[in-house]
């Protein structure tokens, strides 16, 4: 016979039990091990129907991890094929998210892993873009907001504290293409440290290593701020980027399009809204065997340019400056019709130039000037020089509705050897110097507004050593000297 246990913690115990709260929340909890059991696998299974219902033609996802406790999520084994090509795959995806701020609204991403992965993205003719296996129609990019729509849609709406403690990325390959265009961009490592929205933090830094279509790109970075203004710095080292590549996109408007190019320096980017922009640069910039050219001109060269440039954009003026030093070696300029050639192996441009786009666009620069010796050849003309340089200033303002053109130099232009020939009705004409130089002030303006008159108006020194002229059977003159000064001026 069995006896019944009447002890205290029993009863107790059985009592408890009795109530329907108490058994309410033994199967929540029952149902919430579960679920936590339970999801992962659903997920798992629900994710891989999902990719194969929206274009994928098959998928597979090993593992899905995923803890509501802790807030932390991994993603494993993803493997999506369509059309015969894998276009994502991965090894980790891992989040780790902060819940103990969300009440005090903010969202903390403690840390977030990407490792081996690959995506692939392509843009159809029809506009239907593809991520994946996943397509988006036409049309819906429509309503995507600008930037300062997004900025100020967060200020008024959303008053949260976005922050990202660590984000790591290692061995992550994006592909895109477009009918015109192909990208490969390969992560090697990149890190985003102290990422926040919050106004008073600004310890944000992104390191970023890796390939831009085979190019080499490194990125070191501080994030100043986000949210109200964007302002970011750092340096930027990016070399050896082929412009074949972007050929076919840009054929539109430049044909051929090849060389190489790169980019070494700091770089400091700051924009309050989408009318307010600041961006400056100093390093250096190059070209090697530059081949750009459009609808009736080309140009070749190797380009080097180290300095400072700065761009500024407010809401009713751009402003760009320009201070370094410029170096174009094998330099040349051509013109099919009329046949224009411009030749020259060396040419330098040191100083510092200033250009204001508002209601009219106005170019001041203080920059030198050196030529090494030139050609130039039309069907009728041809010139040639030895070395030219140029020291001084220039002034170029572009004229508005009522004021024309004008042009002021204020300087000293020196050529040697320079040679002139043109064909006259069959004959030779022919014109040179030893030297050839000119020191003073020189303006041009064009009629606008309610003056329809152009003029010309020049005060300085011409001077010019060994002048020849010749014209066969006609005409030869000679001068060993020409000294030319005063004030001119010109009216047409």
Excluded: C
């Excluded at 190059?286 to 954009?313: H, P, R, Y």
């Excluded at 069959?426 to 040179?432: I, N």
């Amino acid at each position: 016979m069995t006896k019944k246990d009447n002890s205290p913690a029993n009863s107790g115990l059985h009592r408890l039990w009795k109530r329907r709260s108490v058994k309410l929340l033994a199967g929540l909890v029952v149902f919430v091990v579960l679920a936590v059991i339970t999801l992962p696998i659903g997920a798992r299974l629900y994710l891989q129907k999902w990719l194969v219902d929206n274009g994928a033609d098959a998928a597979t996802v090993e593992k899905v991890r995923f803890n509501p406790f802790t807030g932390t999520a991994a993603l494993q084994g993803v493997d999506i094929q369509k059309d015969g090509q894998t276009v994502f795959s991965n090894s980790t995806i891992y989040l780790d998210v902060g819940l103990k701020n969300l009440l005090g609204r903010e969202a903390d991403l403690q840390r977030a892993t990407l490792t081996d992965v690959v995506v692939d993205i392509e843009q159809y003719e029809d506009g239907t873009l593809r991520i994946a296996s996943y397509n988006i129609p036409p049309g819906q990019e429509d309503s995507i907001d600008t930037p300062s729509e997004i900025v100020e849609g967060l200020e008024k709406h959303v008053p949260w504290i976005f922050g990202a403690d660590q984000i790591s990325i290692k061995n992550v390959t994006v592909q895109y293409k477009q009918p015109d265009l192909s990208v490969d961009l390969v992560v090697e490592e990149a890190f985003l440290d102290k990422f926040s929205t919050d106004p008073d933090d600004r310890e944000g830094a992104l390191t970023f290593k890796g390939t831009l279509n085979g190019a080499p790109v490194l990125l070191d970075l501080s994030i100043q701020n986000i949210i109200p203004l964007v302002e970011v710095e750092g340096t930027v080292d990016i070399a050896d980027v082929h412009l074949d590549d972007l050929a076919s996109f840009l054929e539109e408007y430049l044909q051929p399009f090849s060389g190489t190019a790169g980019i070494k320096g700091e770089v400091a980017f700051s924009m309050a809204d989408a009318e307010n922009l600041d961006v400056h640069y100093d390093g250096l910039i190059n070209l090697g065997k530059g081949d750009i050219g459009g609808d009736g001109w080309a140009t070749k060269g190797d380009i080097d340019w180290e300095g400072k440039v700065s761009f500024a954009m407010k809401k009713e003026e751009m402003v760009v400056d320009v201070d370094g030093d410029l170096r174009a070696l094998n330099a040349a300029f051509d013109m099919p019709d009329p046949v224009i050639d411009i030749d020259n192996s060396d040419i330098s441009i040191i100083g510092k130039t200033t250009v204001r786009i508002a209601e009219e666009v106005v170019v001041d620069t203080g920059a030198s000037l050196k030529l090494a010796p030139t050609t130039f050849s039309m069907d009728i003309l041809k010139t040639a020089t030895g070395e030219t340089t140029w020291d001084g200033k220039v002034r170029v303002e572009t004229g508005t509705d009522t004021r024309g053109l004008s042009v002021q130099t204020e300087g000293k232009l020196q050529v040697t050897e320079p040679a002139y020939s043109m064909d006259v009705d069959g004959a030779l004409m022919e014109v040179g110097n030893d030297m050839l130089s000119f020191d003073g002030r020189i303006e041009y303006v064009m009629g606008g507004g309610s003056s329809s008159t152009d003029y010309v108006r020049t005060d300085g020194i011409l001077l010019a050593d060994a002048t020849t002229f010749s014209l066969p059977e006609t005409i030869q003159i000679s001068q060993s000297k020409f000294n030319l000064g005063g004030k001119t001026e010109i009216s047409i």
